[in-house]
């Protein structure tokens, strides 16, 4: 894609690279990582067992996509920046049997109590939690205070009472 403006090339790159399905770039977090606004768009992937992201503040119409490439163990956490919160679908699958749970959190829940749905927690072998390498999640900023979450994580044995998104 050609741009005739000065200095537009980069941007051209990048509206390229998102035509074609690239992720803008990639960021491997293998120690405790607070994002900034520019790494929204880049595909972070965990590799280390028990780490703490914080995401930016919310802004609507942010993206930011996990990876896990390892097993999630406990001190894994997604965190939302302060006054932001976390709602939507988690669901959990068992890895060894044929069973799964859900968590669902409505926006109107999660906005009227920020502070109650500020985590996004991660356990392999927490049948509350959930999160083995290859695990997937999706946030999506809808405004300047919520994130929805799409995820489906896997568990050691069968998943009951799910808790991902909870207070921090």
Same mark, same amino acid.
């Given at each position: 894609? &050609? ?19 690239k #992720? ?15 790494? +929204?768009?880049?595909?972070? /992937?965990?590799?280390?067992? &028990?780490? !703490?992201? !914080?995401?930016p503040?919310a802004? #609507?119409?942010?993206? +930011? ?8 163990d &406990? ?5 939302? #920046?302060?006054g932001?919160?976390?709602?939507g679908n988690v669901? /959990?699958v ?11 959190? !409505?926006?109107? !829940? ?13 356990d392999?072998?927490?049948?509350t939690?959930?999160g ?6 999706r946030f999506?900023a809808?405004?300047?205070? #919520? ?12 998943p009951?009472?799910?808790? +991902?998104i909870?207070?921090g």
């Amino acid at each position: 894609m &050609a741009n005739p403006l000065y200095g537009q090339e980069k941007a051209d790159n990048r509206l390229d690279k998102i035509q074609k399905g690239k #992720a803008i770039g990639v960021i491997e977090v293998n120690d405790d990582y607070t994002m900034s606004s520019d790494d +929204v768009g880049k595909l972070m /992937v965990i590799g280390t067992a &028990a780490k !703490t992201i !914080t995401l930016p503040s919310a802004e #609507a119409g942010m993206v +930011v996509d996990v990876l896990l490439k390892v097993e999630a163990d &406990a001190g894994s956490t997604i965190i939302a #920046a302060s006054g932001d919160c976390f709602f939507g679908n988690v669901k /959990v699958v068992s890895s060894t049997d044929n069973k799964c749970a859900s968590q669902a959190v !409505t926006y109107a !829940t999660a906005t009227g109590t920020v502070a109650s749905y500020d985590n996004f927690d991660l356990d392999h072998d927490a049948t509350t939690l959930g999160g083995h390498q290859g695990d997937r999640i999706r946030f999506i900023a809808i405004d300047d205070t #919520a994130w929805l979450c799409d995820a489906v994580l896997s568990v050691d044995g069968n998943p009951s009472s799910i808790a +991902v998104i909870n207070a921090g």
